[in-house]
């Protein structure tokens, strides 16, 4: 899967125009590219219509309309775009109560070592935290998390074969959740995964 471009940023005026069009496109395919695993976590699997809709939306909200800054926007989004043979994810921990959520993020410290994503009876793929989102002196992570899993040549057979069974895992000593790779997501997630070949 490509870079995202300058070009394929719209100027704010015209994308506050079109807004309600791109929001319709973007619910739709976010719809098709979340995954709970258990009750407060939930993956978002990215691609470019998702990366693009957030450079537009900070752009817009942060009316951001010089060039300079419409480029740092692409840059820190861009980079959330899969590479050859990987999938691209947001984690987010979603707990509505701020103080719940707060010992939920002190209570998921170390999270990193207990994501991963599992093919069949294939090697399981760890997930690769970004860094700088785990607060070593607080003990707390923060709870949106990027998240990349990078596959094998024999992975990416094993995920693009619909017969054999994917999941994600998490074997978090105070969290553990499992949720599988189905439907309308596994078809989504094969077509990124062919496309960025």
């Not at 043979?85 to 103080?99: P, Y």
Request: charged share 30%; proline share 4%; with cysteine.
């Amino acid at each position: 899967m490509s870079r995202l471009s300058m070009d394929e940023i719209l100027p704010v005026e015209r994308f506050a125009a079109e807004r309600a069009k791109h929001l319709a496109e973007v619910t739709r395919v976010k719809g098709h590219r979340r995954l709970a695993v258990g009750p407060i976590m939930t993956l978002l699997f990215e691609n470019r219509t998702t990366i693009r809709w957030q450079i537009h939306e900070m752009c817009r909200v942060e009316n951001i309309r010089d060039l300079a800054g419409v480029k740092h926007e692409v840059e820190t989004y861009g980079a959330l775009m899969p590479g050859p043979r990987e999938l691209s994810t947001t984690l987010m921990i979603e707990v509505e109560d701020a103080s719940e959520r707060a010992v939920w993020l002190k209570k998921l410290f170390g999270l990193h070592d207990h994501l991963r994503l599992v093919i069949d009876s294939e090697e399981p793929v760890p997930g690769r935290f970004e860094l700088g989102r785990e607060e070593e002196t607080d003990k707390r992570i923060s709870a949106v998390q990027f998240v990349r899993f990078q596959l094998s040549e024999a992975q990416m057979m094993a995920i693009l074969n619909l017969t054999r069974r994917a999941e994600m895992v998490v074997d978090h000593p105070e969290y553990g959740a499992r949720a599988a790779l189905e439907g309308d997501l596994r078809e989504a997630l094969v077509d990124d995964l062919l496309e960025s070949e």
